[in-house]
């Protein structure tokens, strides 16, 4: 079942009304480049510079290219209608907008002049930078979730309190502060709970995060003021785009929860997992044209997590329920198993086992193995007979008192061992899979260091971002020795998952709070910045289209009312990695 | 303005002319006071205002009832005030935690929550 977004008759025939109007007043293409200039003439380089197309225009919503070090930028396409052309930097902003001619080619320069303000360009990170180490991974463990923090939304609600009169404003930040973090817990309840059959939650019980005091003293210490003024943040890192980098938005309309895309069949289509329907929207990358596919799962399922086969395939892991669903793109046609552990009780399936091309890698049996966050176990699921079984995990000493939320899962090359991370606990271990018992565990030094997704390279060396402190651990998992544990360019950045990139030999690293992309060259143990055209750039996972190198992601807020933007991404970083790649699948 | 990608320029529009049509059948619907409460009612729950506000109870906020009484008096007035804020937020009338904005409701949907609020009291 499929459907387009606008589908009324009535529509139809609207839309051959305003057909007719547009012919008569069609867009001509216009060839867009032009140069970064600061006021006193000198290039600027490495300006980000986002193209909003008109609707004339086919495919992207916004292209992002940035500009070479004489200043220089060019759309490598012809644009057919723009809505408006804005160059941002961290630390200069555009002396007054632009106008790009209807027609033509349109040579533009952009004065730009020296910010004084970073309010309004600086990510939610950097409002962070002043929170000691381990309150700021309580923090972001807790609220980055599911939404940047501090959103537009927090700063506002600063601005709030501080109109407030009072003569003892410390203590009205501390219980403004807990209201919201009271507010959020039944907002998140009310999210986590859509397919509760028992309906919302009970706000008086919905008040129960543990770390609620905690958060809120962070909150009242640190969001004080009307939060409108920010200097000094630095990326923290040396940017790596470059004249050929390339990024490219699109956005899904109507009211949706976009998690996770991949790339997928010829001609390539974005598709997007949206976790408060059951659907999954492809959005053809040429034309920009939208429609979807229900995910054919009774109830509640909420496509989630995204994992591409080696064949073509998509296998996607549900958020609500126990389904597993695979879907052939080509033929679009769907298999889904609805599993259980042998007990019968349900299994909340985040990951499936990643191989280092991160597609979905099956043990020797062709069982696919899963991380099971409800059960805080592994587990696998035979596609033949559908059967399924879970291994609870072994508890981790000195962490037994928190949830374990078993998280990410990878397969080693000799397709004997998965790693996993445990969210909750902060550690991670692996399971054997063909003795089923679990070998070792690594415990990291602070429990809300916030291990996600994993990643593993060809050679069996694994990467686990951290969430909560910012960080990057390298680990050989064939001597089980750590070789180096990293802080990210910005430690405030949430790097939500890593995707090892097996032609560039490079390392992708999501971030869910800094609006950039970090990559980690395991050579030189270094790191470089991909900054993002869009403040609430909330990532989840990166996919690299194998075909292109094109990095595949999305800003994944969940939580419905957040003002979040809900796009897909494809970019093209400006390197030829890819180019003498056969393109062979 | 991203106005959203859908396939084309005419499906994009002819969604956008679509929803046109659906503002417009929601205001001449609120045109209905008692119609536009009963909206306010269920506009109150699906916005997540039960997050902060109860009937009798008070919660993070007042209740609905402690509200409807205290602005009785003045309640034409009250209905446009109360909707800005349920819209832009605001504080200091009932302690010092100020109210969230919520600017995913609408000026007419708020107006639609606030008027039902003050029916409350009568």
Known sequence: ?585 | MIIGSTSTWMRRTACAVAGIGSVASFLFAAGNASAQEADGAELAAGKRCNACHDMERVLLGPPYRAIAARHASEREVMTEVLARKIVHGGGGNWGVVPMVPNEHVSLEEALAISSWILSLGD
């Open chain 1, 1 to 585: 079942m499929s459907a387009i977004n606008c589908k009324s008759n009535g529509g139809v025939v609207i839309a051959a009304l305003l057909g007719i109007l547009h012919a008569m007043a069609a867009f001509a293409d216009v060839d867009v480049s032009g140069r970064v200039v600061d006021l006193n003439g000198a290039a600027l380089a490495q300006a980000m510079v986002s193209l909003e197309t008109a609707s004339s225009h086919a495919g992207a919503d916004v292209i992002t290219v940035f500009s070479d070090a004489d200043g220089h930028f060019r759309f490598p396409e012809p644009i057919n209608g723009v809505d408006s052309l804005t160059v941002r930097a961290l630390d200069h902003e555009m002396l007054r907008p632009v106008e790009v001619p209807a027609d033509g080619n349109a040579e533009i320069i952009v004065v730009m002049r020296r910010r004084n303000n970073q309010a309004d360009v600086a990510p939610a990170s950097a409002w962070l930078a002043g929170i000691d180490r381990e309150d700021k991974a309580l923090f972001i463990r807790d609220c980055v979730g599911c939404h940047q923090v501090p959103s537009t939304e927090v700063r506002t609600y600063a601005g709030l309190i501080a109109s407030v009169p009072t003569g003892e404003p410390s203590e009205a930040r501390l219980q403004s502060w807990h209201s919201i973090v009271q507010y959020m817990n039944y907002i998140s309840s009310w999210e986590f709970g859509r397919a509760n059959p028992s309906g919302p939650p009970d706000p008086e019980n919905a008040y129960s995060v543990g770390s609620g005091e905690a958060i809120a003293s962070i909150m009242a210490e640190h969001f004080v003021g009307a939060m409108d003024s920010l200097d000094g943040y630095e990326h923290g890192a040396p940017l790596i785009v470059n004249e050929d980098t390339r990024i490219l938005e699109y956005e899904v309309t109507g009211t949706n929860a976009i998690r996770e895309a991949v790339l997928l069949g010829q001609p390539r289509e974005l598709w997007l997992a949206d976790v408060s329907t059951n659907r999954m929207y492809a959005v053809d990358i040429a034309s920009g044209s939208q429609r979807f596919v229900e995910v054919p799962a009774e109830g509640d399922m909420g496509p989630h997590s995204l994992h591409r086969g080696s064949d073509g395939s998509l296998w996607i892991a549900p958020f609500f329920s126990s389904v597993v669903a695979h879907f052939d793109p080509v033929r679009e046609t769907w298999r889904t198993w609805d599993t259980t552990t042998i007990d019968g009780e349900p299994i909340g399936i985040h990951d499936l086992s990643f191989g280092h091309e991160h597609e979905v890698l099956t043990d020797k049996q062709g069982y696919i193995w899963y991380s099971d966050i409800g059960n805080n176990a592994v587990g696998y699921l035979d596609p033949e007979t559908g059967a399924a079984e879970t291994f609870r995990a072994p508890e981790v000493p000195g962490r037994t008192d928190r949830g374990a939320a078993l998280y990410g899962l990878v397969m080693t090359s000799d397709r004997e061992h998965i790693w996993y991370s445990q969210l909750g606990l902060g550690s991670f271990g692996s399971f054997n899979v063909e003795t089923r018992e679990f070998e070792a565990l690594v415990r990291l030094p602070m429990v809300d260091s916030g291990p996600r997704r994993l990643t593993i390279t060809e050679n069996d060396i694994l990467y686990v971002s951290l969430y909560g402190s910012g960080q990057l651990v390298e680990y050989d998992t064939k001597s089980n020795t750590q070789i180096g544990v990293y802080d990210l360019p910005d430690t405030a950045s949430a790097p939500y998952g890593a995707t090892w990139d097996p032609v560039r030999g490079v390392l992708w690293i999501a971030t869910s709070n800094a609006d950039a992309i970090y990559r980690f060259d395991p050579r030189s143990k270094t790191f470089g910045v991909l900054p993002l055209p869009r403040s609430g750039a909330f990532l989840r996972m990166i996919d690299i289209d194998p075909q292109t190198g094109m990095l595949v992601t999305s800003y994944g807020n969940i939580v419905e009312f957040v003002h979040g933007p809900r796009m897909a991404l494809l970019i093209d970083p400006g390197d030829d990695a890819y180019d003498n790649r056969v393109a062979d699948r």
